[in-house]
């Protein structure tokens, strides 16, 4: 089948579920941990030290148990307020399943507008790093959904709060983020309808254009204040290009163990063929005069990309997280539009 028509049904499901979004203390008692990592070890440990007076329930004090990356968790039976504090692919989860949050992450004091659709009647919680704890004490949620990134004392503030529910930040569990979200929105068919979908899709874009772009170099980096970042082939968007596509990974990208900053020498020495350069004017004013800088500076212009005319700036929102379902639908798309000519 054209990946043109199976991307736009991907993008039609996304759209038809936002066009639907219209309209006593508690702890969390997270049990076994087989699988897990240490860090994960290290929190169900803080949670079992947290106290726990009563385990989460509705009003009318019944509960029900999930099962989230290795961990058991108790929650109300019907999930009414959740809340949603420093978890970007937890927003991005709620957006692409048409989940609506009561509570929600702002960046720079106000929603971005790629979450208009889910926040409507939503209210602030605070910015990513900055949960605002009165605030989300005053929404009186049902289930919390903080991250993983959290440290030791934030993570215990929200547990007493309600019940809590760390999204993990690593990209290759992008999938278990989203089921946990359908689970809590009771939007489980959808979930599987999405993931469904995108691994079709996924699959018709390889076909398409991997024996094309055979012996091509393909790259995605992150201008983030005035420095270039690469990440490693399992974070940001790298899984789309190299895991799932199956294209080449550029050394530079092999060799990077977390998000590491590379020099204009360095991106000369991988000249990619095809560059995708993401950055957000929201996080410092100093990105775009980077970007400026960098696309004008003699060694950058003898890049192929550049010589080509195969240079694509922000191609998705640059808030996207990347890792997420509503990121790589987005940017399986976009690789459609720029790669599959």
């Known amino acids: 089948m054209n990946t043109k028509w199976m991307l736009a049904g991907l993008m039609a499901i996304l759209m038809v579920m936002l066009a639907a979004c219209g309209s006593g203390n508690k702890t ?27 385990s989460g329930a509705d009003e009318g004090g019944e509960t029900r148990t999930i099962e989230y990356l290795g961990q058991t968790y108790t929650i109300p039976a019907k999930v009414q307020k959740l809340v949603i504090a420093g978890a970007m692919e937890a927003m991005e989860d709620a957006a692409a399943l048409g989940v ?26 605070g910015e990513k790093q900055q949960p605002n704890f009165e605030t989300i004490l005053g929404l009186k949620p049902d289930v919390i ?34 089921r946990l979200m359908g689970e809590l929105g009771s939007k489980q068919q959808e979930a599987e309808a999405i993931l469904a979908q995108y691994k079709q899709d996924a699959e018709a874009m390889q076909a398409s254009i991997k024996e094309k ?11 983030r204040g005035t420095q270039m970042y690469v990440y490693p082939p399992d974070v940001y968007f790298n899984p789309v290009l190299y895991d799932e ?10 060799a990077a163990k977390t998000q590491e900053a590379i020099s204009v020498e360095q991106l000369a020495e991988m000249n ?39 240079v ?5 929102d640059p808030l996207l997280e990347g890792g997420p379902a509503f990121s790589r639908i987005k940017f399986l798309a976009s690789l459609q539009q720029h790669l599959d000519k």
């Open 245 to 254: 596509i199956g294209l080449e990974v550029p050394a530079q990208v092999a």
């Open 145 to 178: 959904l903080g991250s993983t990134k959290f440290t030791a004392e934030v993570q215990e503030k929200l547990r007493k709060i309600a019940p809590t529910i760390l999204v993990s930040h690593i990209a290759t569990d992008w999938e278990a983020n989203l």
């Open 312 to 316: 694509y700036v922000n191609v998705v």
């Open 272 to 310: 990619p063929d095809y560059l995708f350069i993401q950055f957000a004017t929201s996080e410092s004013g100093e990105t775009e005069q980077a970007y400026n800088g960098l696309k004008n500076n003699a060694i950058i212009q003898n890049i192929t990309a550049f010589k080509q005319d195969q």
């Open 213 to 223: 772009l055979q012996g091509k170099r393909v790259a995605a980096v992150r201008i």
């Open 100 to 125: 609506h949050p009561a509570g929600a992450i702002s960046v720079g004091g106000s929603f971005p507008e790629m979450f208009a659709a889910i926040t409507a009647d939503a209210v602030s919680i």
């Open 28 to 54: 969390i008692e997270p049990t076994g941990a087989s699988g897990s990592s240490q860090t994960e070890q290290s929190q169900s440990e803080q949670a079992n030290t947290s106290s726990q007076n009563e």
